[in-house]
Every structure is written in structure tokens, then in C-alpha cells.
């Protein structure tokens, strides 16, 4: 039997949490590599696998994937959940690239300034509501189906659960004029992988709390303002 994929990451949600909600949905078992300070970093960018000396890196197939895109196309890929044709693979592109975005400026978002703190939470919340999630909420009407894209579930579907999972935490009731969604996050959720990995005890990571993002900004030796620079 192949080995499992072995993650390598921060411990923390950051970058690598799609993979991991992408493999929860495609039902593989995978370990994690979890550093916790600076130098294990550093001793991981010693080992040499990391192309860019940068993390995300899954191990998997004989490779060590970087980048998080790329881990994902194929991952994706692999197991079934990129459309079964190329302009089904490019809608869910389309759908996933806009998610990521809304994704990375949450991400981002606790390591706002203090003072900036309230307006760039603003920002995010009324980017969800006039700009990305009225695309998913048309998408899933018109499409009539009950995923994204063609008629099984794919990695939109499950990126799109991942960040109005995100989107909630910030603020509850954020999905109230999005009938369709509330419907999806009902559906999708009940999904047996989903629900499990949704369960208590598995390996998805909590809400970034003040410790874990003092515990990246060491690791990482991320600036202060990290905030506006992937908004811009
Ligand atoms: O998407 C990707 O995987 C890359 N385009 C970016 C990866 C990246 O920025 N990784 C960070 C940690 S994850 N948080 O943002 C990283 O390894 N930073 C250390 C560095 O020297 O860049």
C-alpha cells in the first residue's frame, strides 16, 4: 500500500487547511509533519525538499509538492473532484481562484494593526457579501444542481464550504440573504467525510487564537502589517 501523504506545515490553519479539507473530502489519510518554532523551520529548509524554502509541502506519490495551488490541482485532481472535462476544470479554477482570494484576506486578517483592525473587517465582510458569495449563490441557482459544477462533488464545492465556514466564524449570520448557501453549507456538510472531518478530534485546525499567531508570526518572521499587502 502507498505511503500516506505526510503534510508539512506550521501548526496552525494558515495555507495548508485546504489540503487538509481537501483530502477529508477525498477520503485519504494523511500524517502531519507539525513545527513549532523558527529553527525547526529552519532545520526543515536544511532538509532541502522545500523548492522556495517555503511551506506548505506535502509529500506524497514520491514527490514534495510546494505551492499551495499546485498541491491542490493535485490532490484535485488525483481524486476526481476537477470536473470531468477542460472547461469544467476551468469553471472550477474561476470559483476556487475568487474563493482564495476571499480565503487569503481572512487569513491574513488577525495579523491586522491594532488600528486598522476594524476597517479592514469591514472590508472583508462586505467583500463576501456584494462581491463573492452573490457569485455562488447565482452559481448554484442557475446551475440547478446541487454543486457548482457538473453533477458531482468537486473541489469548488468544497472550498466554497471551507470559506463560508471562515466567513461565519468572523460573523454569524453572514449568510442570511443567500438562501442557496445556507442550503449548500446544509448539504455539503452532512456529507460522511465532511462530517467527519467537521467532528471534534479530527484533523481540522481551530480559530486562530493570540498564541498560534504569535507562535506563525516567530516561524515565519512575518512582518507586522501583513494585513493590506495581499489586498492590494
Ligand atoms: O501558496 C504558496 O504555497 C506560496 N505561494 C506561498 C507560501 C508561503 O508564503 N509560505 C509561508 C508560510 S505560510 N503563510 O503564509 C512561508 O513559508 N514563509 C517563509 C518564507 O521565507 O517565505
Redo the contacts with the bound molecule.
Sequence with gaps: MAAKPKLYYFDGR??MESVRWLLAAAGVEYEEVLFKTAEEFENLIKGGNLMY????MVEMDGMYM????AILKYIAAKYDLYGKDLKERALIDMYVEGMRDLNDMIMFFPFSLPEEKQKNFNYILERATQRFFPVYEKGLKEHGKNYLVGNQLSWADVQLLEVILMTEELKSGILSAFPKLQEFKARVSKFPRIQKFLQPGSPRKPLTDDASLEAAKKA?KIAKNSFLKPMS
Design positions: 494558515g495555507r524554502q517555503q511551506v506548505p510546494v505551492q499551495t495551488r515565519f
